[in-house]
């Protein structure tokens, strides 16, 4: 169905003056992002790239990455301000960085980023079928990720999510056209080693029956963690597991502390003449979002409260992040063995394959803002799902620019209560698109049982059922 056809006869006459506007509107925004980007790139060293880098330079020395940089103290050139809660094949890929001068390093991962989140939308686009309007695809993905104070975060902090959203994207592509090759699948093999949690998309795929692509990406898993070994051990993966299991307890344990953990000096954040402590503060920038989160109050004083009436303490709270933890996966498996009884590919299991992870993710250790990135693509499928069905389907698409984009706008420039605005918006977004994904399974569970085999039931269903 052409867009011309959907929108009403006002602005069919319209429609290619209202593409130059999109255009036009877009592209100065976008300059607009890229100059104050910059400019936070000028005035911020990037804490969080250098809490990658100085790990990488250690494993690459043979030294442990995991070391607790409270205890001991290293040279100011091997000595981190934080725990390293990267996996070893993380560390790797920041291994060609390491030993470059820190402008350097500042300049090319900030380029990396910009060139990162632009590739993950021609990638995913690519794939889409030719009939669904790219205009209103494009104006979504700028004001929900563009123009998003998550990616400028991201690009100040030097954080690694926008990388994790373009392998997402690249994996997709094989799925969305049913393509099983071992160069479509090495994007996903990665995507598990550098975030494990992903590891749940091989189990989905394996629920949608295709049992090559989830073997291949299984053995290109094994594949690539033994081709870490020489560099990182056996030692270096337990050590990686064991300190984000510790990171986790010790959150849980600040949570109910009855005095705030003591913060790092300032003085001591000064590493080689550069001063780590200064870094972008502004909405929503220390919401956890997990049930840790908000129990320590990062997200609202009045959560918090509500939270430490149903969990008194750290053990307490304990069980229940497991108890969701387990209900998001149960959750997640539910939806992928309803998916599974589809008897034709559609978009949104391959959707719901990244939006698994992210379920899972709000029971980890700690989410910050930047990982809302994380969700560019399954948004950006949906929507176009969204746009390949009626008319009326453009109500999902202005429902998801409103929870994405207008209302945090509004809620930042207001300064209405930023950190449980910037919480609601991603958990708002997660929750309209796992409720659109729910539905289609739920029409699956009602129309194939009464006729599989037959020419209509083995039609695809409408990617979004009424």
Known sequence: MKLSAELPSFFRGRLAWLRIAV?????????GVFVRTARDLATY???DLHCKVIPARLLVRGMDPYYDFRSQMHPDHLRT??????SPALLLLYAPLCELHWDAQRIVYFLLDWISIFLCYI???RAFPRHIPRTPLWLAFVLL???????????ERGQYYIELALLAALVAPGLLLNRATWLRVLPLALLVLLRPTYGICIIGILCLRRFRYAAQAAALCLLLFAATLPVAGLQDWKAYFATVRADQ????????????????????????GIDFSRSLTGPGVFADRTL?????????????????RIAPNAAALNRLNTAGLALALGFDLAVFLAFSRASAPSMLPVAFLFLAPLNLE???????????LTILVPVLIILAAALAGAPRRWVLYCVILVVGFAGPAIAFRCNLHVPLVSFLQYVGLLAILNAVCLRHAWNLRRILPSGRGCPAAASAPREIPS
């Open 123 to 125: 990638v995913l686009v």
């Open 45 to 47: 060293p990037g804490i």
């Open 145 to 155: 990720f563009i123009a998003n104070f998550a990616f400028r975060l991201h690009l």
């Open 23 to 31: 255009i036009a509107f877009t592209c100065l925004l976008i300059c």
């Open 362 to 372: 709000l029971f980890a250790p700690q989410r910050f803002a930047y990982c809302d």
């Open 292 to 308: 840790i989160g908000v129990a320590r109050g990062s997200v609202s004083p009045v959560l918090a409260r509500l939270l430490d």
């Open 249 to 272: 307890q010790e959150l849980l344990h600040a949570a109910y502390a009855s005095a705030p953990p003591a913060s790092v000096p300032a003085s001591s954040q000064v590493l080689e």
């Open 81 to 86: 301000l934080g725990a390293a809660t990267y």
